[in-house]
């Protein structure tokens, strides 16, 4: 299994396991033995192993999203346990992520330390693309006076509205998206500027603003292959 977490939980009365990212962690009851531990791991680990995810990054694999690409390499010249990003190319948007020869990919903290850098090069382009792309929207709907639209930088919620302030966020995991789901994205914050909650009028106004297509746009989200942890 590589490194693994274990995790004694007060009130549990039995085990239960979960990868996150490459690492497992373990819960376990209080008061469990070396040897019952053991057992549970043996019985499990058939069904752990098959369950384990795949390694995230590789070395030569481009990732490739709509404004822009990152290429993920080793390179001779980074030193052995070092990472860096650099722009490649202006004229396409094109980015390196460079590590240092003979890393293990499957690292869970060479994994961190990758999702940080592709973190970091959307949160560079989405200054550039989100506020413009929003006030597409803004003036396709009809939206008068448009609202004030700032990039976050969680990953968990995709988009913020505040009617009061009339001022829409857009987190940076936005710019992995394709395009017809970034405009379902800040559709689906435009009607909050309404409707501040998830009511039956709420998603008929997304539905309207998005042609009909919100529950197709919504099960496209709940499926799409994020490049990095949410």
Known sequence: FGEV???VCPTSRRFSAR????????????RTTLASFQKILDQWTPELLAKRPRTRYTDGQTLTFPDFTILIRTSPRVEPQYINSKHLSTADSSFAI?????????????EKHIAQHIRRIATFMASGTLPALADAEFRRLNITPPPRVTISHGLQRLGFCSPTQRRI???LAVMFLSDE???YIICHEIAHL?????SAAFHAL???????READLERQLRAFPWPIPR
């Not at 460079?98 to 060479?110: K, Q, R």
């Not at 997304?206 to 009909?212: F, K, L, N, Q």
């Open 98 to 110: 460079e590590v240092g020869p003979g890393v293990d990919f499957s690292n869970p903290s060479l």
């Open 5 to 7: 977490a274990i995790r």
């Open 169 to 171: 966020a857009l987190s």
């Open 206 to 212: 997304v539905d309207t603003y998005t042609d009909g």
């Open 194 to 198: 309404t409707p501040p909650n998830h």
């Open 19 to 30: 990868w996150k990212g490459q690492m497992l962690t373990v819960n376990i009851p209080p």
């Open 181 to 183: 789901l970034r405009r």
